[in-house]
């Protein structure tokens, strides 16, 4: 499997440039650290309260996916899908890396039993090369 490169988010580097940007100006406003800091420990805490609402929601929207939702997602996306589905039905998941898994996408486990999952999600049929 090639190795997925992870890109960039260009709304982090933006979010970094307001938190050092609020540090700054705070202080070149105020000329205290102190309240610089404040700020910018304040703008931090705001950012992580949108980014769990965000992620939440994210979540949310992926646990009610319907088959045409599922159709269009990536195969990572699916591994997600998946990850919240067995949760839901009571089993622990673990997500595996994207690359180097050796083919297992999810490890899931129940009452002591602990499984390995593949996931496809292909729009032709799956080859036994694949598996």
């Known amino acids: 499997m090639a190795r997925r490169k992870k890109q960039a988010d260009p709304l982090q580097g933006l979010i970094g440039v307001l938190m050092v940007g609020s540090l ?3 202080y070149y406003i105020t000329k205290s650290m102190t309240t610089g800091v404040f700020v910018a420990v304040i ?7 949108i980014a769990l609402l965000v992620n939440q929601a994210k ?3 992926l646990k009610k996916s319907g088959i045409a939702d599922i159709d269009k997602m990536s195969g990572r996306q699916f591994e997600h899908y ?3 589905l ?4 009571g ?3 673990t997500v ?3 690359a180097g898994d050796f083919g297992a996408d999810l490890v899931i486990s129940k009452d002591g039993r602990k499984l390995v999952v593949q ?4 729009s032709k049929n799956v080859g036994i090369k694949a598996v």
């Open 24 to 26: 700054f100006g705070t």
């Open 43 to 49: 703008a931090v805490v705001i950012y992580a309260m």
């Open 59 to 61: 979540v949310e929207r």
């Open 82 to 84: 998946l990850n919240h």
């Open 86 to 89: 067995f949760k839901a039905h």
């Open 91 to 93: 089993f622990s998941v």
């Open 96 to 98: 595996t890396q994207a």
């Open 119 to 122: 996931t496809k999600r292909y």
